[in-house]
């Protein structure tokens, strides 16, 4: 089709780690810079889309930030229900987010039927010399997982651009398993129209000037004009 | 029936009988016929009926006819058009139904709503107006027959996606932009939504009402819990935040008052950015769902919507499910959820405290004073307050923007009247030229003019021109609120001796302003132009026009002047000069 793009997926991401790991700050690092770069997309509030192009294809990511703190665990799998890809942050600093995660690993496992692609993120790299959780340690972790290990810094930009590259390449051939349902793909360059569309809202006002009129009618006559001023 | 009726009003022996007349005693409910009769005239009727559909009525036992006479009975005592629906719904006559056009005022609404907003050839409207009927009678009939709300959503789900395929595939919507089928798509779902809104929103079948009951009590119980608890960053005392928090309230409330699937996810959805809203306003960098999730938990808690629960059931049934799985409106969907749940299962623990102290709490022993609740009930005087300070301010900046418009339009005011100044000074700049040669003439003139005018002085009104004259030069005085008279009261003094002058330039004055500055000295004109300057030049308008109005009595004089020509204006004024300089 027109610029060579094959085919468009979208694919629904969820981040899940601790509260305070870095998750949102992941995201608006790696959407902030896409939209630097010129890649579009929109900076929401927890949710974010952003699209990439990849081998002739386009790839939308629906990323859902999760909350992060023990006392919503239990609502989690909510989120993650048709989600195509998620991403496991922890924070290297941190022994309990790492075990913490490995939780959320096991849930994500026991709720999701569809195959998805699974990355572990250790993330603050920034802090090394604080570092309680080894490379070692956990690479083997995420191949015990079946997923991929990446260390990443939110707050230097290390690292994230090849994460979100990576996910969107293993979509790209998650797409091609026939098993995969709830991952959408279209052919050729789709737009928004057929994702799901945020609503739009409408301004509750119009405002408006108004200028005092000045003329020479309006001195002789007195005309009386409606007065705007008060409610 | 007939008991009840007897006393009151007196029935006819022969009313009471029936109308075969065969001897018997009829019944209001037999249609006035004895039972026999009555029967045979049911047969009779039956008979037609089967005629015209032979195949559904094949199988009638005599328990089906009670049954009938029945749905008969009621129709009879039910005239309104719903009731009768169902009861001919209940009949089974489900095939009737399909050809049917909903009739329902929101669908009315929404096919006028369709009708303007889509223009599509005749051939796609028809077609999409079908399957809507279609699909709206499937619903209806499903519901009639109770079966599981489940099954029915399943269906619709599935009709989305029957439909979605025809839009996307069928020659007949392949002209359309892919934007309208998608709109179409939505409409379609909005419209039979809409449409069936009353079968399938909290259906009877299920015991959805019975939930909303609970988790309204819950979280009438939980009225306690606040933003502290919650471990979100809510500052309630802050008034912006309030404000903002009553609009993500009033957006959830509204949750209830819309129909179709995707407007109450518009909704939530409006809610959810009031709520993000509200975290932006109280902390600084980007919302994170970890502050999301309590700030909307907390929301809910305040708003303690009606029917939330049946309106989360109903999105989930029979939002279009690609919609809700995906996008901002599954994301923020998901969250109300999630924060929906977690009120269901809240504990002492999800709370951060003993559990010695959630149930003191949750019975109501002790009770927390929160800002929350003060602001909400206690001091809604405070808030009150705090509105009206806040209109205040509102309007203290706007009475400052009036006031210094005020100024403006008053220097624009000032720069206008400076203009008309300066434009009335270059009219006088101009007109002492042509003002100079009269004074000459008053060489000649005074003898005439000046004895008649002593005569009027001493009220012997000799020349009744003169006379009149003179009336009206104080008629105008009076009425135009000049301060000629002062004018005319100084020159005496200055002119002393001058007596028959000053009485001349009185007179001259005023009908020197009508440019007929004939007899006027050329210093006496030119001051007293300027004095009338000063004063509002508005005001001073309206006298030019006025002797020249009277001016034919004027030109009666010109026997008396012979150099002066009787016409008006400047060209007269030059033609006037000529005469003069011939004169020299």
Known sequence: MANGIMKTIVGKLVILGDGGVGKTSLITRYTQKAFNLNISSTIGASFFTCKTNIDNAIVRLQIWDTAGQERFKAMTPMFYRNANAALLVFDITCLDSFGNMQTWAQQLKGNVVEPMVLCVIGNKIDLSENRVVSREEALQYANSIGAQYFECSAKEDQGIGQVFETISRDLIRLSSDSSVKSLKVYEGDVESALMARSTDLEATDVGRIEEPGISIDSIAHAKTVPSKCCY | ?584
């Open chain 2, 1 to 584: 029936m007939n008991s009840f009726k007897q006393p009151t009003l007196r029935i006819n022996q022969a009313d009471l009988m029936c109308k075969n007349g065969c001897g018997y005693f009829s019944n209001a409910d037999w249609d006035g016929y004895c039972s026999k009769c009555h029967r045979s005239a049911l047969e009779k009727e039956r008979q037609k009926k089967l005629s015209s559909k032979p195949q559904k009525m094949s199988g009638f036992t005599k328990f089906e006819e009670k049954k009938r006479q029945q749905t008969d009975k009621k129709n009879k005592l039910i005239k309104t058009p719903v009731f009768r629906k169902t009861a001919s719904g209940r009949d089974s006559f489900r095939s009737e139904r399909q050809p049917e056009a909903i009739h329902n005022p929101e669908a009315d609404r929404l096919t006028v709503e369709y009708l303007k907003t889509y223009v599509l050839p005749e051939q796609v409207n028809k077609d999409f107006f079908k399957k809507i009927s279609y699909l709206y009678s499937m619903i209806v009939t499903e519901m009639d027959n109770n079966k599981p709300i489940e099954e029915v959503a399943e269906l619709a789900q599935k009709y989305y996606i029957n439909y979605s395929t025809r839009l996307n595939g069928h020659p007949l919507y392949a002209d359309i932009d892919p934007n309208v089928r998608a709109e179409m798509l939505e409409f379609f779902e909005k419209f039979v939504m809409s449409s069936a809104y009353e079968y399938i929103f909290c259906p009877p079948t299920t015991n959805d009402e019975e939930k909303d009951l609970i988790i309204q009590n819950r979280i009438r119980k939980l009225s306690w819990v606040n933003a502290y608890h919650l471990d979100c960053c809510i500052s309630e005392t802050s008034m912006e935040v309030r404000e903002l928090v009553y609009t993500a309230i009033t957006d959830l409330i509204g949750l209830d008052s819309v129909k179709a699937p995707q407007e109450k996810l518009a909704c939530v959805v409006r809610c959810c950015q009031s709520v993000v809203e509200i975290l932006k306003s109280c902390q600084e960098g980007p919302v994170s769902a970890d502050e999301f999730l309590p700030a909307l938990i907390f929301v809910v808690l305040k708003a303690n919507p009606a029917r939330l629960k049946s309106n989360i059931l109903y999105i989930t049934r029979f939002c279009n499910d690609s919609r809700l799985m995906q996008g901002e409106p599954g994301y923020y969907f998901t969250n109300l959820c999630c924060a929906v749940s977690f009120i269901e299962n809240l504990t002492a623990e999800s709370l951060s405290m003993n559990s010695e102290q959630f149930t003191s709490y949750m019975s109501g022993d002790s009770n927390v004073i929160s800002t929350w609740e003060s602001a909400l009930f206690a001091c809604e005087g405070m808030h009150q307050l705090t509105q009206h300070l806040s209109l205040m301010k509102d309007l203290t900046e706007r009475t400052a923007t009036i006031k210094s418009r005020a100024e403006e339009l008053r220097e624009k005011m000032q720069s206008l009247k400076d203009e008309i100044k300066s434009k009335v000074a270059t009219v006088i700049e101009k007109n002492p030229l042509e003002l100079k040669p009269p004074n000459e003439l008053q060489l000649k003139t005074p003898e005439r003019t000046h004895p008649a005018l002593r005569e009027d002085e001493g009220e012997q009104a000799s020349n009744f021109y003169t006379y009149n004259l003179q009336n009206l030069s104080v008629k105008i005085d009076q009425k135009s609120k000049f301060k000629l008279d002062l004018v005319a009261d100084q020159k005496p003094v200055e002119g002393g001796s001058g007596n028959s002058l000053t009485l001349i330039n009185y007179d001259i004055d005023v009908s020197d302003l009508s440019n007929e500055s004939d007899l006027t000295p050329e210093k006496r004109d030119d001051r007293c132009l300027l004095d009338m300057k000063e004063e509002s030049p508005e005001a001073r308008l309206p006298p030019p026009l006025e002797p020249t109005a009277h001016y034919s009595g004027f030109a009666k004089q010109g026997y008396q002047i012979p150099s002066i020509p009787c016409n008006t204006g400047n060209k007269n004024s030059d033609t006037y000069k000529n005469t003069t300089n011939n004169g020299n």
